[in-house]
């Protein structure tokens, strides 16, 4: 059994900064590929960064230069810091791990469906 538990929402003030914690633990072996989706409020589930073993990271274009996503491939766990803060990035930000391999597209970006296990999801709320 695979356990994925994302830490570090809250609330913050437009401009502010968080950093978003992602730990996947359980009979997992070797980890591809992990990522963040979020879901905002009304709206469906997208992409906001990913992060394959050996190679560069992919970002959303709403997110770029603001959010850097890192991971500690020993604690098998990624991170998302987020800095300018404005109120669109309101959401749910849910962490994916991909481990049996499968479902690469263009650039190598690991394909939503693709992820095998994800969190519960952990509220960001951008407001003043």
């Known amino acids: 059994q695979v356990h994925v538990v994302e830490s570090g929402g809250g609330l913050v003030q437009p401009g502010g900064s968080l950093r978003l914690s992602c730990a996947a633990s359980g009979s997992i072996g070797t980890i591809n590929a992990m990522g963040w989706y979020r879901e905002p409020p009304g709206k469906p589930r997208e992409l906001v960064a990913t992060?394959?073993?050996?190679?560069?990271?992919n970002y959303a274009d709403s997110v770029k230069g603001r959010f850097t996503i890192s991971r500690d491939i020993a604690k098998n766990t990624v991170y998302l810091q987020m800095n300018s803060l404005n109120p669109e990035d309101t959401a749910v930000y849910y962490c994916?791990?991909?481990?049996?391999?499968?479902?690469?597209?263009?650039?190598?970006?690991?394909?939503?469906?693709?992820?095998?296990?994800w969190g519960q999801g952990t509220q960001v709320t951008v407001s003043s």
């Open positions: 992060l394959r073993s050996g190679g560069n990271p």
């Open positions: 994916g791990t991909e481990y049996r391999g499968g479902g690469y597209g263009a650039y190598g970006i690991c394909l939503e469906n693709a992820y095998d296990s």
